[in-house]
């Protein structure tokens, strides 16, 4: 594995969202987002995750948001950029796209509904790696991928191509962790793609969050990390109680949906949107967020009661 910073691809990576406005991609939205993550405390941003709806993007949306990314982070903090799809063409050109464009970094998602074998999984990630000096990293999200690597698959990559450098891990499997790292090294940064998860998983070695959470509470979710770094725990359980319901609120729906509609209710967004197949929370849904935001100190109790928000 390629030697990195010390401090590199550590810490909170916020997942940002896309924002909508009359059906296109608001990319001014957007750089005020990524420049919020900077200000708040997150130690990087990750551009086109799953919280972005990529497969809902065009090629040159995805690419675009990259550009923008770049340029509003201005190399303060790094810049991820999920460049997976379901097609290896398609991935390249996003991939060769957004080293082109300064990311820092590169997340390729499994190629999902294809369901391939795991010595296909190998080649695939090897072949994307060789086309890039990016540091690279997996992203491994079975249950909306639909396809899982093991362990023992990574490593067989991490021993073809040196700038593997890590894996997200969106699964509920920890021990799925603890062989990884033991496969491979502690130096191999493996981040949690699950809120619930995130205090358990930074305590056996995790490197980082890339939560949607941090969407909305971008301070909390960093704080979260800098305190097991620093190895006070009694500090991060208090972290994890109080973003218990918060992060059980991101599922409440497909994610984006409930992160969207908070991020309005929070005057993040102007809007909501989602494109299809995504839809709006319903009303019920609507009101069990606006409670969960109001208990989260991050809108004020008389706002949410008076302003149901599934009417935006």
Not at 73 to 80: D, E, H, Y
Not at 100 to 117: F, N, R
Not at 239 to 254: G, S, Y
Not at 269 to 293: C, F, G, M, S, Y
Request: glycine share 8%; proline share 6%; aromatic share 6%.
């Amino acid at each position: 594995m390629i030697k990195l910073n010390p401090t590199f691809l550590r810490g909170s990576y916020t997942p940002v969202v896309t924002p909508f406005r009359d059906g296109k991609v608001d990319y001014t939205k957007y750089a005020e987002l990524t420049q919020r993550q900077v200000l708040e405390g997150s130690h990087g941003v990750v551009v086109n995750g799953t919280t972005a709806e990529p497969s809902s993007l065009t090629i040159e949306e995805r690419c675009e948001l990259v550009n923008v990314a770049v340029e509003t982070v201005a190399k303060r903090i790094p810049v991820v950029a999920a460049t997976g799809s379901q097609s290896f063409e398609e991935t390249i050109q996003l991939t060769a796209r957004a080293e082109q464009a300064g990311a820092d970094a590169l997340l390729v998602v499994t190629p999902y509904y294809i369901k391939p074998p795991q010595r296909g999984l190998t080649e695939y990630f090897v072949e994307i790696g060789k086309r890039t000096s990016l540091p690279l990293m997996i992203y491994h999200i079975p249950g909306r991928a639909a396809v899982s690597i093991s362990p023992p698959t990574v490593a067989d990559i991490a021993d073809c191509l040196p700038n593997l450098v890590g894996l997200k891990h969106a699964g509920n499997d920890l021990e799925f962790l603890t062989e990884t790292l033991a496969l491979i090294g502690s130096e191999f940064r493996i981040f949690c793609g699950l809120e619930a998860l995130s205090l358990p998983m930074l305590v056996i070695g995790a490197a980082g969050l890339m939560n949607a959470v941090g969407n909305l509470a971008p301070g909390r979710v960093a704080a979260l990390f800098d305190a097991v770094d620093r190895g006070e725990l009694k500090q991060a359980r208090e972290l994890h109680f109080q973003m218990f319901k918060l992060n059980q609120a991101i599922f409440l729906d497909t994610n984006p949906i409930p992160v969207k509609y908070m991020m309005w209710r929070m005057g993040l967004l102007a809007n909501a949107d989602v494109r299809l197949p995504l839809v709006r929370v319903t009303e019920e849904q609507a009101k069990t967020l606006d409670d969960i935001l109001a208990r989260a100190g991050l809108v004020e109790i008389e706002q949410a009661v008076s302003s149901p928000g599934f009417t935006n």
